[in-house]
Structures are given as C-alpha cells and as structure tokens.
C-alpha cells in the first residue's frame, strides 16, 4: 500500500536523488534544479511551499513539491522511483496533491513540463490539466508546455 506522508528532514535526500535520476535520464539537472533540490528547506518549505513522499513498504518511493510562487503554486519536482513506475503512485501523488490543493482553498495548480514526457502529460490531462501559454522566459530551460488546473 502506498502511503503519502509530508516532508521529513530524513529523507530529504529522496528529493534530490530521485529528482536528479529523471532529470539526468531525459534532460540534464539545470542549476535552478540544482538549487531547489540541494535545498528544499530554502527553496520550497519557508517561503511556503510543501513537499510529499510516496512511501511504500518502508521505502520513499516518490516525490512532489508545491512551489509558493506567491501568486500562484506550482506542481513541481514529481517524481517515482524507476523500479516503482507502473504501479500507479505517480496518480496516488498527483490526486494527493489535487485533494490537498483543494482543502487549502487554492484557485488553480500550475506545472511547467515536456512534450516529450508523454506518460507524464496524458496524466496531467486526464485529471484536468489544461495546456496554456508558455511565459518566454520560463525558469526551466527545458519546458516547453504549461498546464493549469482549476479547482
């Protein structure tokens, strides 16, 4: 059974490591990855963002990340261990995170992707995501889709 708990100090490492594994894997880990990900305390928890783990059996298997944008919060830093990928705890986070959104009275998610990561974009459209402009100057070099999802 998959268990979805909040940030640990103890398993910050999770974070990194299985974030670093997929961003090597399709792209390459670009400093602003680098530094969220070296230091979610900083970059996400105090100014007012959260982190999950998938846990299952005992072992963190999966990540997300709200990042508090101030205006808006974006679904971030999604990740599941490769040897865990088919099980469906990629869904368990996200409905996780839409459930959670939606208890804290949030308007919409926002999430920067890849058109390349196809599994991952059907996903996000299945539980509502829709595609919307892309900023010019987003902060990931590598994203060339945003989705939002109103709650």
Known sequence: ??????????????????????????F?????????LSNPKKYVLD????????????QIVGVAAFINHQSFFELSKMAVSPEFQGLK?????????????????????TLYSHRSLASAIHLYKKVGFQEIE??????YERS????????
Request: proline share 4%.
């Open 47 to 58: 100014p007012g963002g959260f982190i999950f783990f998938a846990k299952f059996n005992h």
């Open 134 to 139: 892309l900023e010019e100057n987003s902060r």
């Open 28 to 36: 390459y880990v670009e400093p602003y990855d680098e530094k969220v």
């Open 89 to 109: 705890i990629g869904r368990k986070l996200l409905d996780f995170c839409i459930h959670f959104a939606r208890e804290q009275r949030w308007k919409s998610i």
């Open 1 to 26: 059974m998959v268990e979805i708990i909040p940030f640990q100090e103890n398993y910050a490492h999770h974070f990194y490591d299985l974030n670093v594994a997929w961003l090597k894997k399709y």
């Open 144 to 151: 060339d889709i945003k989705m939002l999802l109103h709650l």
